[in-house]
């Protein structure tokens, strides 16, 4: 499974519910909010939507966080979680790849939220996180192609 990265303008409709906007770098100081993902990520998510809307029977909106993130932001947000400086170097981020976004889906929980994506081949055969944040429980959903990975924080 190999996804085509794709780039374009803002308004860019990826899905029928996602815009390239929403998975630009949300970094501040770095490389003025590009925004390359993997349309498969994109695709999957758009699955796991439309699976949760359709279990909890009303129209469920996914929140993309963060999704491209390019090395400049993507060590920022390393060192603030407390990631060792001097491993840095070595961080491999399925964000830089333009193939993770961490998620939140306001009203619903959490463990719906991850065994709903599990069912998801896409992330099922990916990876799967789950941790705290400023809005709640925070979901991370990646489209790596060289094994399954899961965590919580």
């Given at each position: 499974m190999s996804g085509?990265?794709?780039d374009g303008c803002d308004g860019e409709r990826l899905s029928p519910s996602f815009y390239r906007s929403e998975f630009a770098c949300k970094g501040d100081r770095c490389c003025g909010h590009s925004a390359p993902i993997n349309q498969v990520l994109v695709d999957g998510l758009q699955a796991l939507r439309?699976?949760?809307?359709?279990?909890?029977?009303?129209?469920?909106?996914?929140?993309i966080m963060s999704g491209?993130?390019?090395?400049?932001?993507d060590r920022d947000v390393a060192v603030t979680r407390g990631f060792p400086r001097d491993l840095l170097s070595n961080r491999?981020?399925?964000?830089?790849?333009?193939?993770?976004?961490?998620?939140?889906?306001?009203?619903?929980?959490?463990?719906?939220?991850l065994s709903v994506a599990e069912t998801i081949a896409v992330f099922r055969d990916g990876?799967?996180?789950?941790y705290?944040?400023?809005r709640g429980k925070i979901v991370h959903l990646d489209v790596?192609?060289?094994?399954?990975?899961?965590?919580?924080e």
């Open positions: 085509r990265v794709t439309d699976k949760l809307s359709c279990t909890r029977r009303c129209d469920t909106p996914i929140g491209f993130r390019c090395i400049i932001h491999h981020s399925q964000h830089c790849l333009g193939n993770a976004a961490d998620v939140v889906v306001e009203d619903v929980d959490v463990e719906l939220v990876g799967i996180g789950c705290s944040g400023s790596r192609t060289d094994g399954p990975a899961r965590w919580r």
